[in-house]
Nanobody, 123 residues
């Protein structure tokens, strides 16, 4: 069992920055690829960014490429999402997710979800 707890959400003006954190506890964190998803009101949940279990490989949604950076610290059992140049359309609940694979693969199920943290970007 892995427990994921997100933090760092809040209200920010357009053009600003936020850093989300996801602290993991339970099984060996480094055995899991990690990802951030988001869900805006009335929309489906979408993959924002993913990182391999060693942190050597990352991928991003086109909508955040160049603005968001995912990283992880396996010694601290934490994954981060640095969000810069935020836009109102980035407003959503952001969820941390874990997949027991070396690389994130959308064809396979998510093993664990966090409960989310709300990011609101005002114009």
């Amino acid at each position: 069992q892995v427990q994921l707890v997100e933090s760092g959400g809040g209200l920010v003006q357009a053009g600003g920055s936020l850093r989300l954190s996801c602290a993991a506890s339970g099984r060996t964190f480094s055995n899991y690829a990690m990802a951030w998803f988001r869900q805006a009101p009335g929309k489906e949940r979408e993959l924002v960014a993913a990182i391999s279990w060693a942190g050597s490989s990352t991928r991003y949604a086109d909508s955040v490429q160049g603005r968001f950076t995912i990283s992880r610290d396996n010694a601290k059992n934490t994954v981060y999402l640095q969000m810069n140049s935020l836009k109102p359309e980035d407003t959503a609940d952001y969820y941390c997710a874990a997949q027991r694979r070396s690389m994130w693969d959308a064809r396979y199920r998510v093993d664990y979800w966090g409960k989310g943290t709300l990011v609101t970007v005002s114009s």
